[in-house]
């Protein structure tokens, strides 16, 4: 049985609603049985783009913090330039996270084009090569909640995934311990319409750097199937298939398949999944769903079912900020004050997750010492 944090409050109520049963179940077909089985180790924390609660997201400070902060993994989100070079952002829609607007030479770059379904209007990565991206600076996405992070802004620049990559090794080395990668491949079917498809070069990226096999410190992930099934006969490293609480992979849209993400949430497409994942990245409301308050539900059992086919599940995002926390864990009436995020990582850590998504990687980080043994 997994261990199971002490009860504390509200969070032990509701692991004790939680069904545990003994075995694991049968191990996924994936990977020819190669696949390592579960492991009783503690969780990953997995800086959720850096150390982003306390730099801009998707920059090399935010992304060395993050290891000094006790990360296992850093996970970059990946999109491509006009000369097919991986960069690390949030969107390939960048006005929101560079000065890009407020570059005069640049104006005429503005477009308006449909993004999965989509209507966006910006700046786009796949407009600008490496060299020109390379000129403009960062900045921080959510000004509102984080302006302390808006200090940096102007100071860093868009860095690339074999940056990331070369910044993952310097600083595991100085560190003496290995610090992982976790990239998310942004908007696959798109960028595949566009000439500009992510999975080869990310692939070759891994080659070179010697990220090949199943035990390299490398994770790939995806909110869509198609890529990552494609990603599954191009490399042995681990893949992810994100699930999110509402709407469905954007290839599904695409092929006409009727299946959502809460569908794929359930025991017969996990056990689908595992034919090609090896685990899966889970919005935390699939895991504890929230009433229309805001106010925590019962845990389902996504954690268990996952396990029992051999798939780890990890949880996104943790945020400090009362916002981004269910109504339960709030401290005070400032939407952008810290909650008990603590109490939170408690509850979800006592479901069994294998690592968590976080903003603020020194909370998973201290929240996981105070684990028992």
Do not use: C
């Amino acid at each position: 049985m997994r261990r199971v944090l002490p009860a504390l409050g509200l969070a032990g109520a509701l692991l004790a609603t939680l069904v545990t049963t003994g075995a694991a179940g049968p191990a996924s077909a994936h990977g020819s049985g190669d696949r390592p089985s579960r492991s009783s180790a503690e969780p990953l924390v997995i800086a959720h783009r850096g150390a982003s609660g306390y730099r801009p997201e998707h920059t090399l400070e935010a992304f060395r913090l993050a290891i000094r902060m006790g990360a296992d993994y850093i996970e970059p989100d990946l999109v491509a330039t006009r000369d097919g070079v991986l960069v690390a952002r949030h969107e390939n829609e960048i006005s929101g996270t560079t000065d890009v607007a407020t570059r005069t030479e640049f104006l005429g770059r503005k477009a308006t084009k449909t993004i999965d379904g989509v209507s966006v209007t910006g700046w786009f990565t796949e407009d600008f090569t490496l060299t020109e991206l390379k000129t403009l600076r960062a900045k921080e996405r959510l000004p509102l909640v984080r302006p302390t992070n808006t200090t940096f802004d102007g100071r860093f620049e868009v860095p690339t995934l074999q940056e990331v990559v070369d910044l993952a090794r310097s600083e595991g080395r100085r560190l003496g311990r290995t610090v992982g990668i976790y990239p998310e491949t942004k908007h696959p079917t798109y960028f595949q319409s566009i000439g500009l498809p992510l999975e080869e070069p990310l692939v070759d990226l891994l080659r070179r750097n010697r990220l090949t096999g199943r035990k390299a410190p490398v994770i790939v992930q995806s909110f869509e199937t198609a890529n990552l099934r494609k990603l599954d006969k191009m490399t042995d490293v681990r893949l992810a298939q994100l699930l999110d609480a509402a709407g469905k992979p954007y290839d599904f849209v695409v092929s006409g398949d009727p299946r959502t993400y809460q569908d794929l949430a359930k025991a017969a497409n996990l056990k689908w999944i595992s034919t090609y994942a090896d685990g899966v990245g889970t919005n935390k409301n699939l895991l504890v769903p929230r009433d229309a308050g805001g106010k925590l539900l019962a845990p389902t059992t996504v954690v268990r079912d996952a396990h029992r086919v051999g798939l780890v599940v990890h949880a996104w995002t943790f945020r400090a900020e009362n916002q981004f926390l269910p109504t339960d864990f709030r401290l005070g009436a400032d939407p952008n004050a810290r909650g008990d995020l603590t109490a939170e990582y408690e509850l979800f850590y006592g479901l069994g997750l294998d690592g968590v998504f976080a903003d603020q990687p020194d909370t998973a980080v201290a929240a996981r010492a105070g684990l028992p043994d």
